[in-house]
């Protein structure tokens, strides 16, 4: 049963991945609903201060450190509190599977959601998604453990959020097509003709959105959006045909559906990640908040333009992989992963990281007969080793 304070009931709330972009958002969403939301566990990767800091504010019953090496200047640091320290991945399953935690909000960039969004479903919970690489490697196996383990899942992405909310009391065979949107990134007006020269620096600086690294430059890539569109095919249920991709610049309209009847909704809002965060925290109550709102006496326009896959090849790559199905999707996401990381380190250009996925696709995606999670854990680690060695012998 959930806590209480003051005889009101309190969610118990698990955060994997609270030092990130969206996990400390997700933190200043609680921080509006102390008497509503309770933090029962908090996980990070390696920023092991600032996890201390949150675990000091915030009181949960345990934390958990990725990095095992960190574990006893952890300990150490939380000493006295009575907050349990654990660490790995077996710790980060733990943590989403906690007796007294209602909901999880998985926010673990990359493949390393996988296991523990696996746990949270296992464990019945409700999960507040914002590890899309999730849906995109296992979309198809995350869908039938839902109803399996009757856990319910709300997706925190700003489009698939909206998506979501387009979708709330229609039929599902009243949906036509679902319309992604895409700021279109960085570059977007740039000449392709001198993307060889972008530096991760340039990439790293969005015009719209405040985002992790890693997804920062995948929407840069548009890697973002291919990623999004297979996720939804997932989530949604939706055949890849009727999935479409239009690039909005000001990043207000945050996806569409367009039903059969010629209708289409749109779900908008300013560029606020905790608008979304707390729809899923909190769904299917919406509570008060003093988020931005839209100033409708200056929205001068909404534009909209189709994406350019010649100038972005990685959003042509991911619509491929999701038509080749199979281990396709594991495959392009565990080489963009290892691509994304080779150019922050200044390894590769930012031109290669899509040439290192095409590669991978081609030598590695293949058809099992029945998809398994250990099929692809085997995928992803197959891929991570092959662009390992295609950096190695380059490919410029």
């Known amino acids: 049963m959930p806590?209480?304070?003051d005889g009101v009931p309190r969610q118990g709330v698990c955060i994997l991945g609270s030092t990130g972009s969206i996990g400390t958002q997700a933190l200043e969403v609680v921080r509006l609903f102390p008497k509503r939301l309770a933090v029962r566990s908090l996980t990070a990767l390696s920023n092991v201060e600032l996890l201390a800091n949150q675990a000091r504010a915030f009181e949960p019953e345990c934390v958990v450190i990725g990095d095992a090496s960190k574990g006893d200047w952890l300990a150490s640091e939380l000493s006295g509190t009575g907050i349990r320290i654990m660490t790995g991945a077996e710790g980060l399953c733990e943590a989403a599977s906690l007796e007294n935690v209602d909901t999880v909000l998985t926010a673990v960039v990359g493949f390393a959601g996988l296991a523990p969004t696996f746990a949270a479903i296992k464990a019945g919970?409700?999960?507040?998604?914002?590890?899309?690489?999730?849906?995109?490697v296992a979309g198809e196996l995350v869908s039938a453990m839902l109803a399996q383990h009757g856990a319910t899942l709300i997706p925190v992405d700003s489009e698939h959020s909206a998506i979501y909310q387009c979708l709330v009391g229609e039929p599902p065979d009243a949906v036509e097509s679902l319309i992604l949107t895409a700021s279109g990134g960085p570059f977007r007006t740039r000449p392709s003709t001198t993307f060889g020269d972008i530096t991760p620096a340039e990439a790293l600086r969005h015009p719209n959105w405040s985002m992790g690294a890693k997804i920062t430059i995948d929407s840069a890539t548009m890697m973002n959006k291919g990623l999004?569109?297979?996720e939804a095919r997932w989530m949604f249920g939706i055949p890849a045909d009727a999935i479409?991709?239009?690039?909005h610049p000001q990043s207000i309209i945050h996806s569409m559906v367009a039903f059969r009847d010629g209708a289409t909704k749109a779900q908008l809002g300013v560029p606020d990640m905790q608008v979304p965060i707390q729809?899923?925290?909190t769904w299917p109550e919406r509570w008060q908040a003093p988020h931005p709102r839209i100033d409708w006496g200056t929205l001068a326009q909404?534009?909209?333009e189709s994406p350019d896959?010649?100038?972005f090849p990685c959003l042509r790559l991911a619509f491929e992989a999701l038509e080749q199905g199979g281990t396709a999707p594991a495959v392009l996401n565990a080489a963009n992963e290892k691509a994304v990381a080779f150019f922050l380190k200044d390894l590769i250009r930012f031109i290669d990281i899509p040439h290192y996925i095409e590669r991978a696709l081609e030598a590695l995606a293949d058809h099992p007969s029945q998809l398994s999670p250990e099929i692809v854990v085997e995928a992803d680690a197959r891929t991570?080793?092959?662009v390992q060695e295609l950096h190695g012998v380059g490919i410029h």
């Not at 479409?244 to 690039?247: A, H, P």
């Open 3 to 5: 806590l209480t304070l």
């Open 125 to 136: 919970k409700h999960i507040a998604l914002a590890n899309k690489e999730t849906m995109v």
């Open 228 to 230: 999004e569109v297979i």
């Open 244 to 247: 479409q991709v239009v690039v």
């Open 279 to 281: 729809y899923a925290l």
């Open 302 to 304: 909404l534009d909209f």
């Open 309 to 311: 896959q010649d100038k």
């Open 384 to 386: 991570r080793r092959f």
